[in-house]
Nanobody, 124 residues
Framework: QVQLVESGGGVVQAGGSLRLSCAASGRTFSGYGMGWFRQAPGKEREFVAAITWTGAGTYYADSVKGRFTISRDNAKNTAYLQMNSLKPEDTAVYYC?????????????????WGQGTQVTVSS
């Protein structure tokens, strides 16, 4: 059993920055790959970024490359998403998730555990 709780969402102006955190508890956090997804009203939940269980590999959606950075601190049982140069199209509920599989980091069906989500709103 793994519990995930996101925090750090809020309202920011376009061009601003925000840092999301995902605190994990329960079983061994270091054994899971971590991903961030987002869902805007009326749209499907989409992949944003992922990081392998060792932190050696990272993956990003084309829409956020160069602006967002995913990281993790296994000693603190926490994953992060640093978001810079935010755009109104980034507005969504952001979810963190954990997976015990490899090679399917952009597919939401590969993730076994999900947080409750945190709202990010970017004003123009």
């Amino acid at each position: 059993q793994v519990q995930l709780v996101e925090s750090g969402g809020g309202v920011v102006q376009a061009g601003g920055s925000l840092r999301l955190s995902c605190a994990a508890s329960g079983r061994t956090f270091s054994g899971y790959g971590m991903g961030w997804f987002r869902q805007a009203p009326g749209k499907e939940r989409e992949f944003v970024a992922a990081i392998t269980w060792t932190g050696a590999g990272t993956y990003y959606a084309d829409s956020v490359k160069g602006r967002f950075t995913i990281s993790r601190d296994n000693a603190k049982n926490t994953a992060y998403l640093q978001m810079n140069s935010l755009k109104p199209e980034d507005t969504a509920v952001y979810y963190c998730a954990a997976t015990s599989t490899s090679g399917y980091y952009s597919h939401r069906v590969a993730y076994e555990y999900w947080g409750q989500g945190t709202q990010v709103t970017v004003s123009s």
